[in-house]
């Protein structure tokens, strides 16, 4: 299942709100996450089953969608929050990634 | 706290071999499935291979199948990562990653290791 994210890269400001797309392929039903990757830091694992907030995932993190389209909403940008983001789908093997998208301050 | 933590990489030549190593802590290792993904330099993220609870049955993509061999002891609750043959599109940083049980994604992931494979 190829995994398509968009945009690649999103400039945005602290306390703006910003979402970010993920297609499938193919339908995945909702096996879909979303991670947080940082520098210097392990990769963190921000929501599963396309809108389940994993523990210690703050409350500005939303996800959505089923099937193919899938979107990540960060609301009320803070600083900690300027990443990249990943999607990956867990449907079927082999699990595969989307491609990313580079969060940056504008 | 969960821990996951690396070690092993290093520069190796095309054609030979390398054993990662993934030393797990505050957790039941015994209890999770296991993974191993890599991320070449300026690329996305890639599964590598999973394995079952007992090290029974390990899972695979195409571009690594009968090249590399993820196994586990319990007693250690360590993780390996056997490369054979290495290429240089094998080149990335290798992440131990922790399945939650029995689901397809991961909870948690360690810092990663870099394997370079160049002449």
């Known amino acids: 299942v190829q995994m398509t994210q968009s945009p690649s890269y999103l400039a945005a400001s602290p306390g703006e709100s910003v979402s970010i797309s993920c297609k499938a392929s193919k339908s995945i039903s909702n096996n879909l996450a979303w991670y947080q990757e940082k520098p210097g830091k392990a990769n963190k694992l921000l929501i599963h089953s396309g809108s389940t907030l994993q523990s210690g995932t703050p409350s500005r993190f939303s996800g959505s969608g089923s099937g193919t389209d899938f979107t990540l909403t960060i609301r009320s940008l803070e600083s900690e929050d300027f990443a990249v983001y990943y999607c990956?789908?867990?449907?079927?093997?082999?699990?595969?990634f989307g491609g990313g998208t580079k969060l940056e301050l504008k | 706290e969960v821990q996951l933590v690396e070690s092993g990489g290093g520069l190796v030549q095309p054609g030979r071999s390398l054993k990662l190593s993934c030393a797990a802590s505050g957790f039941t290792f015994s209890n999770y499935y296991m993974a191993w993904v890599r991320q070449a330099p300026k690329k996305g993220l890639e599964w590598v291979a999973t394995i079952s609870t007992s090290g029974s049955r390990t899972y695979y993509p195409d571009s690594v199948k009968g090249r590399f061999t993820i196994s586990r002891d319990n007693a250690k609750s360590s993780l390996y990562l056997q490369m054979n043959s290495l290429k240089s599109e094998d080149t990335a940083t290798y992440y131990c990653?922790?399945?939650?049980?029995?689901?397809?994604?991961?909870?948690?992931w360690g810092q990663g290791v870099m394997v370079t494979v160049s002449s």
């Open positions: 990653a922790r399945h939650p049980l029995y689901r397809g994604y991961f909870d948690y």
């Open positions: 990956q789908q867990y449907n079927e093997y082999p699990p595969t």
